[in-house]
């Protein structure tokens, strides 16, 4: 008996560690590039909260608006424990 093996519907792209064994390992990144990735995290986080809760769905905009601080905060410890140097 013949099976065809179909392709799975959504594939990764790019080179991710999860989804694709064998790939190569993610490129470390700076305290300052995490702490960016951290805060634009959040800012998307409170987004996707007020996004939510315009499409009158509250348990899904609590959620998002709640786990948008918990980003700011690993940001707040990054920049603490990494001891950036001053912004200009």
């Known amino acids: 008996m013949f099976i065809a093996i179909a392709r799975p519907a959504v594939e990764p792209k790019g080179p991710d560690a999860v989804a694709v064994?064998?790939?190569p390992a993610i490129p470390f990144a700076s305290p300052r590039?995490?702490?960016a990735r951290l805060l634009e995290n959040a800012a998307?986080?409170?987004?996707?909260?007020?996004?939510?809760?315009?499409?009158?769905?509250?348990?899904?905009?609590?959620?998002?608006?709640?786990?948008?601080?918990?980003?700011?905060?690993?940001?707040?410890?990054?920049r603490e424990d990494a001891s950036f140097a001053p912004l200009p």
Not at 44 to 65: F, H, I, K, S
Not at 72 to 78: D, I, P, W
């Open 33 to 35: 590039a995490l702490h």
């Open 44 to 78: 998307l986080r409170r987004m996707r909260g007020l996004e939510r809760r315009r499409a009158n769905r509250p348990e899904d905009a609590d959620y998002w608006l709640h786990a948008a601080p918990v980003a700011v905060r690993k940001a707040c410890a990054l």
């Open 21 to 23: 064994p064998g790939s």
